[in-house]
């Protein structure tokens, strides 16, 4: 007696359909996040350069023409904050903070400037928020 076998081989493919389509969601979730963990590495990156350049703008500055610094213009040393506007980090808020100490020895007078320097992009709610500090004291 012969038996019928069909339906066996219709149950085989759909499971291999499944299998396959389970496989490519899988592997598009991955590169989806692999794609965002990019951007987001990216962001920092230049988030960190902002700074830096935020940094290197206001020894800049001093060392141009240390009285007409923004954070030598003050009569006494409080802290001021500048932004700085960095056309190559277009969407970065770049901002400075400096605060000195003047020391008057009898041969020379010394300044220590503290400079702070914060970037970001986006805002913390935002998917793609980066944000950087760079913190440096130079003397002049």
């Known amino acids: 007696m012969k038996q019928n076998q069909t ?7 759909i499971f291999l359909v499944v ?4 496989a490519l969601v899988l592997l598009a ?3 989806i996040r692999g794609s965002q ?25 001093l060392v141009i023409n240390t009285a007409t610094a923004p954070c030598a213009s003050v009569t006494s040393p409080p802290a001021t904050t500048t932004t700085v506007v960095l056309p190559a980090y277009s969407g970065f808020s770049v901002v400075v903070r400096c605060d000195y ?3 008057n020895r009898p041969s020379q007078r010394k300044t220590l400037y503290n400079l702070t320097a914060t970037a970001e992009f986006g805002s913390v709610s935002d998917a793609d928020y980066a944000w950087a500090e760079v913190e440096a004291t130079i003397e002049l």
């Open 37 to 61: 963990q990019t951007t987001q590495n990216l962001l920092q990156a230049r988030s960190q350069m902002a700074a830096n350049a935020g940094i290197e703008w206001m020894i800049q500055t």
């Open 101 to 103: 100490t003047t020391f």
């Open 7 to 13: 339906g066996i081989a219709l149950i085989a493919a």
């Open 29 to 31: 979730t991955l590169s």
């Open 19 to 22: 299998v396959i389509g389970a």
